[in-house]
């Protein structure tokens, strides 16, 4: 594969680019709470690792101390597999395809993608020079550029024209992909809306003052509009430590589901995360019409806090580092993802 090649398969790779709020404020810890991860072939949990003072450490030990870490680098194993697995397919397309036509995978890709790109005006040529003259090397002229600056100006249309031309080849083949993601078990425990009885269950944990996690609400919102009757919604608290007010607004999310208004409730958090302090949260309460009394009572006597920190143990468990952290059917979708990524997923579920 010639590294022209390469690099059109690159540009047209769709590859996730988690957007959230890291655990620890990109720290590194041990989260506590973390279920065993699947063993090597050969593993026990009870294999001995080491003895301290007479005592066994097991495997299991260890692996509950750093399950969650093991659980991440599981899933991007899985990520750089999908990928490779994309480009291996697309590669062979490429060159089947080149072979009936009698040409080259450099004379294929030419003729199907950069013949098709439109070429940029000289206006626009002069202007991407005339913007970043500062930066080009010394003499440098319009016309000594130009190949570079095209290149430049044609990168997003070549990506789009690529990822065409690879799907209708791959629409013309018989393509069976057997690659299974990875899945974890999630309990569906907390407020929730859609279907009871849908085919889809997306368990999100997520930070009320987390800006990622706000981000990732029109992606929700577009998964609930356009799959209502196949997809469930299961709010989970996973409040992270370095944002100093989010538990207190996961208690007080837990205290309107209470009195029936968590999703009223989770909106206004979302609307307003720099408005999040212990007054601000009552009067969010009062403007939603909440029994303010009966709020209050339950925010300042913490009557929440082991719902939240049960929340938390069990995202631990599952590999949540960071928010907002999905969990379609089990399959992990980490951070404020577009929308198209949910309806990869869930499209992929609802055809099995």
């Known amino acids: 594969m010639t590294n022209s090649f390469r690099s059109v398969l690159l540009a047209a790779s769709v590859a996730g680019v988690f957007l959230g709020c890291p655990k620890d404020n990109g720290a590194a810890g041990k989260p506590a709470g973390a279920a065993p991860v699947q063993l090597v072939s050969g593993e026990s949990p009870t294999t001995v690792l080491a003895k301290l003072n007479g005592k066994d450490i097991t495997l299991k030990d260890v692996d509950e101390a750093v399950g969650a870490q093991i659980k991440d680098l599981e899933k991007k194993k899985f990520e750089a597999r999908k990928q490779g697995l994309e480009q291996l397919i697309v590669q062979t397309l490429v060159k089947e395809a080149a072979k009936k036509e009698g040409k080259s995978e450099e004379e294929f890709l030419r003729a199907n993608i950069d013949a098709k790109l439109p070429p940029p005006s000289d206006a626009e040529i002069t202007k991407v020079f005339e913007e970043n003259k500062a930066q080009m090397p010394p003499g440098a002229t319009v016309e000594s550029m130009r190949q570079q600056i095209i290149g430049f100006l044609q990168q997003d249309q070549k990506r789009t024209v690529a990822m065409k031309l690879f799907s209708e080849l791959r629409a013309q083949a018989k393509v069976e ?62 409040p992270l430590e370095f944002h100093d007010k989010a538990f207190k607004a996961a208690e007080a999310a837990a205290c309107a589901e209470e009195q029936g208004k968590f999703w009223e409730y989770h909106k206004t958090l979302f609307a307003n995360q720099g408005a999040l302090d212990i007054a601000d949260l009552k009067t969010h309460a009062k403007t939603l019409g909440l029994d303010a009394a009966k709020f209050d009572a ?27 952290a999905f969990f379609i059917n089990g399959i992990m979708l980490s951070g404020a993802q577009p929308y198209e990524k949910f309806k990869e997923i869930i499209d992929s579920e609802l055809s099995r």
């Open 177 to 238: 992909v057997l690659l299974s993601e990875p899945r974890v078990t999630v309990e569906a425990k907390g407020p929730s809306k859609g279907a009871e009885t849908a085919k889809i269950t997306i368990v999100e944990f997520s930070d009320f003052q987390c800006p990622f996690c706000s981000k990732a609400e029109p992606s929700v919102d577009e998964v609930m509009k356009n799959y209502s009757d196949k997809v469930k919604v299961v709010f989970r608290h996973f």
């Open 298 to 324: 339950c925010l300042d006597g913490g009557k929440m806090k082991e719902k939240v920190d049960a929340d938390m143990v069990a995202a631990r468990a599952v590999g949540v580092n960071g928010t907002p």
